[in-house]
């Protein structure tokens, strides 16, 4: 359970912008993005410009295209989910975030602290 808790930028329940990698949006236009989520967690709805599913301890996870350049993710975490949930819960969530955005969650991290340090979160 603790594991995914400490990684509070994704379970606040805020949007957070992540960058998409130069070259990188071809991959996720048009329906394309959809497609990965429900390849990822399997059951998707389209609520206005958001795509929602839930996985795991992922209750929900909500993404929303940003244009070129960016997508919005807000990832609400069920609190009482089970160790054994909770890493297959992080594999899917780092494998789709990997496949919208195209970086790694080392780059994700890289790029999200220099934001915060140039104050543009």
């Known amino acids: ?49 958001l795509l929602i599913s839930n996985f795991g301890a992922m209750q929900p996870i909500s993404v929303k295209l940003e244009g070129k350049k960016s997508i919005m993710v807000e990832i609400d975490t069920d609190k009482d989910t089970d160790d054994s949930k909770v890493a297959e819960t992080i594999k899917a969530r780092n494998s789709f975030l990997f496949a919208a955005t195209g970086f790694t969650t080392k780059e994700r991290s890289k790029r999200l602290q220099k934001k915060a340090k140039e104050g543009k979160l």
């Open 1 to 49: 359970m603790g594991r995914i808790t400490s990684q509070a930028r994704y379970d606040r329940g805020e949007m957070m912008q992540l960058d998409i990698k130069r070259g990188h949006f071809k991959n996720i236009e048009g329906d394309k993005l959809r497609k990965l989520m429900e390849e990822h967690f399997g059951n998707v709805e389209k609520k206005g410009d």
